[in-house]
């Protein structure tokens, strides 16, 4: 069992910078082994991709988010980041870490991840 908290959210103003955390733990789970992923989810959308970290090296953003979004990891501290830069309104939504396994191909797609966590608020006033 793997157990991903987010923390870091909040309200700002428009081009405001904000980073997430997600810190991961299991008794039998390894880091390194899993590729990280993050999604949200605004009111009344659907859920979705926004960025994810595979194989530790190669990244991958939504289009909305490309340029202004940074993913990465610490493995020493488990933790994955997602570094939010120049913030729009439309960037409001919960914004959930996920996980998966290395073996799974893909990433932006919930169904290829495996564990998912409580998710943060983002919310930008513009």
């Known amino acids: 069992q793997v157990q991903l908290v987010e923390s870091g959210g909040g309200l700002v103003q428009a081009g405001d910078s904000l980073r997430l955390s997600c810190a991961a733990s299991?008794?039998?789970?390894?880091?390194?082994?899993?590729?990280m992923g993050w999604f949200r989810q605004a009111p009344g959308k659907e859920r979705e991709f926004v960025a994810a970290l595979i194989a530790s090296s190669d990244t991958f953003y939504n289009d909305d988010v490309k340029g202004r979004f940074t993913i990465s990891r610490n493995n020493a501290a488990n933790t994955v980041y997602l570094q939010m830069n120049t913030l729009k309104a439309e960037d409001t939504a919960v914004y959930y870490c996920a996980t998966k396994v290395k073996t799974i191909r893909g990433h932006n797609l919930q169904s290829f991840y495996n564990y998912w966590g409580r998710g943060t608020q983002v919310t930008v006033s513009s």
């Open positions: 299991g008794r039998t789970f390894s880091f390194s082994r899993y590729d």
